[in-house]
C-alpha cells in the first residue's frame, strides 16, 4: 500500500511483512528518514531484510515498480 508509508513516524524502527500476491514472503524491519534529518538530506526508507538474495532481488524489484529508487554511491 503506498499510503502505508507515510504515515510512520520517522526514525522509528517497525517490525512488518512483505507481501506478494496477498502471500506473505517475508518478516522485515523498516525505517523512515525524513528530509532532512537522514545521511543524505533526502526523503529514505531503509528495509531490514534477512538477505536471501532472492528475495531481496524480488522486494528491490517490487519497491522500485512503486517508484522506489536505487541509492546511487
Same mark, same amino acid.
Given at each position: 500500500?503506498?499510503?502505508?508509508?507515510?504515515?510512520?513516524?520517522?526514525?522509528?524502527?517497525?517490525?512488518?511483512? #512483505?507481501?506478494?500476491?496477498?502471500? +506473505?514472503?517475508?518478516?522485515?524491519?523498516?525505517?523512515?528518514? +525524513?528530509? $532532512?534529518?537522514?545521511?543524505?538530506?533526502?526523503?529514505? #526508507?531503509?528495509? !531490514?531484510? !534477512?538477505?536471501? $538474495?532472492?528475495?531481496?532481488?524480488?522486494?528491490?524489484?517490487?519497491?522500485?515498480?512503486?517508484?522506489?529508487?536505487?541509492?546511487? $554511491?
Amino acid at each position: 500500500n503506498k499510503k502505508s508509508i507515510a504515515v510512520i513516524t520517522s526514525r522509528k524502527l517497525y517490525n512488518c511483512f #512483505v507481501l506478494v500476491n496477498n502471500e +506473505q514472503i517475508d518478516n522485515c524491519l523498516v525505517v523512515r528518514f +525524513q528530509a $532532512p534529518y537522514s545521511f543524505t538530506g533526502e526523503n529514505v #526508507v531503509e528495509l !531490514h531484510l !534477512h538477505g536471501n $538474495p532472492f528475495l531481496v532481488d524480488l522486494i528491490i524489484q517490487i519497491a522500485v515498480d512503486y517508484g522506489a529508487r536505487l541509492a546511487k $554511491p
